[in-house]
C-alpha cells in the first residue's frame, strides 16, 4: 500500500484511504440535483458504467465512466469558471473528455440532459468498437 495508510481490498492501489474516505463522505452528500441524475446512469443503463465521487487527475468528479473516459460534472449557482476550466484542462491531459450541465439544465432538462448522455455514451462506444475492429497501419 501507500507509506502511512492502510488499504482495503476494495481501494485502487493509486489513491490512499484519505482519498477513498473523502470520497465516501462527497457520495453522503449529494446535492438534490445529483441524486436526480444518479439513477440513469447507474447500473450502465446508458450503456456503460458510472462511478460517483471518482479522483480523476487529483480532482473529484461528479461522475465518471472510466473504460470510456468520460467525465460529467455539476455545475451549481456558485461554481468557479475559472477553476472549471482548469480542472477540464487538467483531466484533459489525462485523457477524459468533461461534460458540465447546471443544475437549472437538469432541473428544467433532464430528459433532454439524459438524451445528451445516452448520445454521448453511444457515440464513444461506437468510437471505441471501430477502433478495436480497424487493421493495425502498415508500413509503408
Do not use: N
Not at 492502510?6 to 462527497?26: F, K
Not at 475559472?82 to 485523457?95: K, Q
Not at 443544475?103 to 433532454?112: A, K, N, P, T
Amino acid at each position: 500500500g501507500v507509506r502511512g495508510h492502510t488499504m482495503d481490498d476494495d481501494d485502487p492501489p493509486w489513491r490512499t484511504r484519505d482519498q477513498t474516505l473523502i470520497a465516501r463522505q462527497l457520495r453522503r452528500e449529494v446535492s438534490k440535483t445529483e441524486r436526480k441524475l444518479w439513477p440513469y446512469l447507474r447500473g450502465s443503463q446508458l450503456g456503460a458504467p458510472f462511478r460517483r465521487q471518482h479522483l480523476v487527475a487529483g480532482k473529484y468528479s461528479d461522475y465518471c465512466c472510466v473504460p470510456l473516459k468520460l467525465v460529467i460534472e455539476i455545475d451549481g449557482p456558485t461554481h468557479d469558471r475559472g477553476r472549471d476550466s482548469e480542472r477540464d484542462a487538467l483531466m484533459a491531459m489525462h485523457g477524459y473528455d468533461v461534460l458540465r450541465f447546471s443544475v437549472q439544465e437538469i432541473d428544467q432538462s433532464l430528459e433532454g440532459v439524459i438524451s445528451t448522455l445516452h448520445d454521448a455514451v453511444q457515440l464513444r462506444l461506437q468510437a471505441a468498437k471501430h477502433a478495436a475492429r480497424a487493421p493495425p497501419l502498415s508500413p509503408p
